[in-house]
C-alpha cells in the first residue's frame, strides 16, 4: 500500500468570535449602507449587531451626530462623515400631476370612442 498524503480543510473554532470582531476589542463596526434604523419611544436609534445606538453614543470609534431619512452622520474627531443609508437611491421631487383639458365641442361629436391619456389626471377617479 501506498502512503497518500492528505490535505484537509482548516476549520474555524465555532467558539471563537470572528477575525473582525477580534480587529479591535470593544469596538463596534460601522454602520453601512442598508442599515437598519428604528424609532424608541419617539427618537430613532441605529441598530448595530444587538445594540441600539442613539444618537449622541458611540459606534466604534465614531459618535453618531444625527440619523435622517435617507443619512447617518458620524463625528470622528473633527472629521464629520455622512453615510447613507440606502446606496444607489437618490431622493427627488415627484413631477407634477398632468391637468385634464376638457374636451373641445368638436371631439363630442365624434362617434369613435375618445383614447385618455396613460398617465393620471389631476381630480379624476379611474
Do not use: Y
Not at 21 to 46: E, R, S, W, Y
Not at 95 to 113: D, I
Request: charged share 20%.
Amino acid at each position: 500500500m501506498a502512503a497518500q498524503a492528505v490535505q484537509g480543510q482548516e476549520f474555524r473554532d465555532p467558539t471563537t468570535p470572528p477575525p473582525e470582531a477580534m480587529a479591535q476589542p470593544g469596538a463596534v463596526a460601522a454602520p453601512t449602507p442598508g442599515m437598519a434604523v428604528v424609532i424608541q419611544d419617539g427618537k430613532p436609534h441605529l441598530v448595530v449587531g444587538t445594540r441600539l445606538v442613539a444618537v449622541g453614543q458611540k459606534v466604534g470609534n465614531a459618535k453618531l451626530e444625527r440619523i435622517t431619512e435617507t443619512e447617518v452622520w458620524l463625528r470622528e474627531g473633527k472629521q464629520l462623515t455622512k453615510v447613507p443609508r440606502f446606496s444607489g437611491i437618490q431622493r427627488s421631487a415627484a413631477k407634477p400631476a398632468v391637468p385634464c383639458l376638457a374636451p373641445s365641442a368638436q371631439t363630442r361629436n365624434r362617434s369613435k370612442p375618445v383614447v385618455t391619456p396613460a398617465a393620471p389626471c389631476e381630480g379624476v377617479q379611474p
